[in-house]
């Protein structure tokens, strides 16, 4: 029996016993893991998924982390520079022994699921999960706010030269819609410097 995986965006045709050299995975020598995205089943009858077999799964054992072959990357500029630059790279590989292949079952198995290195770990993502539902309901309580703010006054800062510390100095002095404003008297009014074309603005608005 065979089976066709997918990992670190290869196709893999494997069957029990094989080595397999595949991208870096989250796990250490001796543990076992699990590839769930089979994408055929081969022996006495054929599976093709549509795109992945239900239920199906290959399972493996770490054998080590190895290095693959040596890459050279040579640049030269032949005119003005004359620059040269070399850079190697050995890519990090996990080396895997097949040990069994799953037609069902797979969901039932207890063996942890194959992650890429550099993938985001399930774990990751629960923890994760919390402060996402919070940052949602976030502006679901701001928006319930905002009728409750929009009944308690108006938004004095839609007159020119009222900015937000104005409008809190006007609000601490109780003054929270156009029509206080309005009727406020320049000369008199000595809780905060209201200007003359503000109380103007103040009457359209109001």
């Known amino acids: 029996m065979f089976a066709v995986l997918k990992t670190g965006g290869k196709q893999y045709r494997v069957k029990s016993g094989d080595l397999l050299r595949v991208e870096k995975l989250a796990a250490d020598a001796g543990e076992k893991v699990q590839f769930n995205e089979v994408l055929m089943l081969g022996g006495d009858d054929l599976v093709v998924g549509a795109p992945l077999v239900d239920d199906a799964a290959v399972q493996a054992e770490v054998v ?82 905002a009728p409750a703010a929009d009944a308690a006054g108006d938004d004095l800062t839609a007159i020119t030269g009222v900015g937000p510390a104005a409008a809190k100095k006007l609000a601490d002095a109780g003054i929270t819609t156009f029509a206080q404003l309005a009727a406020v008297d320049v000369d008199t009014f000595d809780a905060v410097k209201v200007k003359p074309e503000w109380v103007e603005q103040a009457k359209t608005l109001a």
């Open 64 to 145: 080590d982390i190895v290095k693959g072959d040596k890459v050279i990357n040579y640049v030269k500029r032949r005119r003005k520079h004359s620059s040269q630059r070399t850079r190697g790279h050995r890519q990090q590989l996990t080396l895997l022994r097949v040990t069994e292949i799953l037609a069902k079952g797979a969901g039932k198995s207890g063996v942890k699921a194959a992650i890429g290195a550099g993938s985001v770990s399930g774990a990751a993502v629960a923890a994760a999960a919390p402060k996402a539902e919070k940052k949602a309901a976030a502006p679901k309580a701001e928006a319930k706010a």
